[in-house]
């Protein structure tokens, strides 16, 4: 039986902060979560008052030319104009609460690959959601993703307490099923 997906790191705000990092959870000791070959990642972001403009960012990294991404909004036909050169990956959420999903390809020695579904939405019946998709990648070769962190990139914006974020990894190892 193939391996199986496990939590490697969960951090929910107590309270408004600009940025959600997995170097903050307190169930492993140091700043990062281990180096698996594939990630699942959620995280929900969450603003009483201010419309999101959210970045990530893997292993602190936010050197330029790193990161490159292209977006597809609302089903329409992507933009065709991939964002380079940036020191963090975008994920422009443009509104008050939002849902995100991500699942990376983490392999050592290669870049890495990942794919972001987001749902964002003001409050009220009248106001229907948002979807955007993206294709990104991170091309450090050296080393894992081993702690992500989201960013609030709206001026002096902050998350509201309750956002938070959740990584999961996939060990390849064969667990043998004895019945």
């Known amino acids: 039986m193939a391996g ?18 997995t170097a903050n959870d307190s169930s492993f000791s140091g700043n990062d979560f281990g180096a698996y070959d594939k990630l ?23 050197s330029s ?18 964002n380079v050169n940036a020191p963090h990956n975008d994920v422009y959420v443009h509104t008050r609460n939002s849902f995100n999903v991500m699942d990376i390809d983490n392999k050592a020695g290669k870049e890495k690959l990942a794919l972001l579904r987001n749902i964002g939405c003001t409050t009220g019946k009248t106001n229907p959601p948002a979807y955007r998709q993206y294709a990104s990648k991170w091309v450090e070769t050296t ?19 309750g956002s938070y974020i959740t990584v999961f990894g996939h060990s390849d190892d064969v667990i043998s099923d004895e019945k």
């Not at 959620?42 to 292993?59: I, L, P, V």
């Not at 030319?65 to 991939?82: C, I, L, M, T, W």
């Open 143 to 161: 080393n894992q993703i081993t702690r992500i962190s989201v960013h609030q990139g709206n001026g002096s914006n902050t998350f509201d307490a």
């Open 65 to 82: 030319n790193r990161y490159s991404y292209q977006k597809n909004a609302d089903f329409e036909v992507p933009d065709g104009n991939a």
């Open 4 to 21: 199986s997906w496990i939590r490697l790191a969960h951090v929910k705000l107590a309270s408004a902060n600009a940025t959600i990092d």
């Open 40 to 62: 699942h990642v959620e995280f929900y972001t969450q603003s009483d008052a201010n419309d999101h403009y959210c970045t990530m960012r893997f292993n602190a990294d936010n």
